[in-house]
């Protein structure tokens, strides 16, 4: 991992305005490091940057020469029309100063839905290696914002979903679903930490496989047709802790157990 890329895991990302979970951020270094070990090239892009907090973590993980491409409505918050975040280039600027630098960076101003997968290869020179989708949330720019990054995937990239089990955004899913009611070329492969990630099928065991040995817990699931890691990233509740190990399996039914049951409920919180 370089300086810059340690710093900004390690603290920076804290500093700058925007939604990206820790689990978040494992999550894509391991996928990276998939990347680099099977020679998978590319840009990097993301459609809904805001002020840049994930858009640095994936300019700081492009290789030299790779473009980092930033699409958002910027100026334009009029045509924000579900009110998601609010995109503002003056503060992505400073935050790049401060936590990358800005050298093959493009600005893509407007409205995700004029642009298409071809022209975002038009724009950087090639395709990219990992596209985020972050912008507007409604069900049709989901969809649109999904042909953009599937068409503009280079050989093994990864699409990286925003929300789609957020229940403040419901109209995510519903766009996911609607793009994957037709067949497509890619699939999920993982979901943690308010991410969902995609692949071509050919990679999506090796990135699996990263996922896994890279959160600390998790179960596999069918989900749109493909088999997916759900990664818990998550400490869960001690009591949760307590309650999946195998000496409190063998206790919970024994006397002492059962006292140590009835005391827990006395003094657990109740919900209203
Ligand atoms: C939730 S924020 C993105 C958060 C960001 N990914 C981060 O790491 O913190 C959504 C962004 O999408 C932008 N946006 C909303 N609708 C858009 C659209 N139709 N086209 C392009 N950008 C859009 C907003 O300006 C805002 O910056």
Redesign the pocket.
Known sequence: MNRSLERYVKSGYRRVE???LPGAVQMIIACAGVQTARGVKGHVA??????G???ILLYLLKAAGEKAVA???FGE?E??IDG????NLAKLNENLQKHAGNNDVIICAG???KITGNSLIEAAGGKFRFVSI???HTAA?TAHDLATAETALAPGGIVIL?DYFNEMWPEVSVGTTNYFSAPRGIAPFAIGANKVLFCHSDYAHAYSEAVKLNCPAYVERNFLGARVVCAEFAKPALAVRIGRQGWWKLLRETPPGRMLRALYKLVSPRLP
């Not at 993301?46 to 002020?51: D, F, L, P, S, Y």
């Not at 998601?84 to 995109?87: A, D, M, V």
């Open positions: 925007g939604w990206l993301e459609i809904g940057v805001h002020h907090k994930f858009f699409v958002d409505l918050q045509k924000n998601s975040g609010e995109g409205d995700s839905a972050d912008g507007g720019i925003d």
